[in-house]
């Protein structure tokens, strides 16, 4: 086996074991000896392709972020090249939030993980995991824009500003969610609010003539 080769698998090994650990329990209650002892591993070679527990974190931190975007481009409809986007955002919108959702029914071990970084990352490590998620904060963007490009805006509204909307209720889900003390079991109730707020930013709260 080569050399390089073989680095790669030890830092699988270390990768599987610290998502297993981290998804368990958590940033703050994980222990570094668990991670070591969950693939038989010794704290040098853990150490030596990752410095600190923040490090190994992050990383697992960048994977769930880059898989979960990367399933999601892959997984959502495209209209082709040069076609509008589809005239039902709505239906658009179930999509997505259904694609989500599968990806962490698939890898569950990916859920706290998420969650722990959109509602409580550790403060020391919010600039890092920020970074961590720009690919996929940018993707949750450029979906809200092919939605909101077939629909007729109330006058004096952009896209930009509902897009901005949208971020702000992200915010204050996740913001409320931390003050209620509801990250460890937050995954499908975090999800169906950030549906809920969208649905809202969208279409408001009045039934319409056709849905009573």
């Not at 080569?2 to 703050?28: H, V």
């Not at 209650?29 to 150490?47: E, F, H, M, R, W």
Request: hydrophobic share 35%; glycine share 6%; with cysteine.
């Amino acid at each position: 086996m080569k050399r390089e080769e073989k680095n790669q698998q030890t830092r699988r090994r270390i990768l599987d074991s610290a998502l297993a650990e981290f998804s368990a329990r958590g940033y703050g209650a994980s222990s570094i000896n668990t991670i070591c002892a969950g693939q038989d591993l010794s704290k040098g070679i853990v150490y030596h392709y990752f410095e600190t527990k923040d490090g190994l974190f992050l990383a697992c931190v960048a994977e769930c972020f880059e898989r979960l975007t990367g399933y999601i481009q892959e997984k959502l409809p495209h209209p082709p090249e040069g076609e509008p986007a589809p005239a039902d955002p709505k239906s658009a919108l179930e999509a997505y939030f259904s694609i989500r959702s599968r990806f962490f029914y698939t890898w569950p071990v990916y859920q706290r993980i998420f969650c722990e970084a959109v509602l409580s990352p550790p403060a020391h490590l919010r600039g890092e995991i920020h970074r961590c998620r720009q690919d996929f904060d940018a993707l949750n963007i450029q979906i809200l824009d092919r939605l909101l490009t077939p629909l007729s805006l109330r006058p004096g509204f952009s896209k930009d500003e509902v897009m901005n909307a949208f971020r702000q209720f992200q915010d204050f889900i996740s913001l409320n969610d931390q003050m209620a003390g509801r990250e460890g079991q937050a995954f499908d109730a975090y999800e169906q609010r950030c549906r809920a707020a969208l649905d809202i930013l969208l279409y408001g709260v009045i039934a319409r003539s056709d849905e009573r």
